[in-house]
């Protein structure tokens, strides 16, 4: 079991930076075992899949819409995951989720197990 904490969300202007993170609580298994997301769902819209990182050897992968302006990472001795989001655009306003995955990365949301409850990232024009 996987419990995730979201932090960092807040209100930025368009072209500002945000950072995330995302703290992970582990009661069985060893966090290397999971693949870390981050989604968003902006009102009205699908719960979109950002990026995601394996976080037994680092490998990431990222949305279309964020390649070249976020960057996620991990630090496995503090148990955290983090999404730096740079040149932020009205369109990424969304509440934004971690989700842990035991199987592998997906921009879809079905192989994750466990979702932390979401920080509320919102870009002013």
């Known amino acids: 079991q996987v419990q995730l904490v979201e932090s960092g969300g807040d209100l930025v202007q368009s072209g500002g930076s945000l950072r995330l993170s995302c703290a992970a609580s582990v009661f069985s298994l060893d966090l290397d075992s999971y693949y870390i997301g981050w989604f968003r769902q902006a009102p009205g819209k699908e719960r979109e899949g950002v990026s995601c990182?394996?976080?037994?050897?680092?490998?990431?992968s990222y949305a279309d819409a964020v390649e070249g302006r976020f960057t996620i990472s991990r630090d496995n001795a503090k148990n955290m995951v983090y999404l730096q989001m740079n040149s932020l655009k009205p369109e990424d306003t969304a509440i934004y989720y971690c989700?842990?995955?035991?199987?592998?990365?997906?921009?879809?949301?079905?192989?994750?197990?466990?979702w932390g409850q979401g920080t509320q990232v919102t870009v002013s024009s």
């Open positions: 989700a842990a995955s035991f199987y592998h990365c997906s921009g879809s949301p079905t192989p994750y197990d466990y």
């Open positions: 990182i394996s976080m037994s050897d680092g490998r990431t």
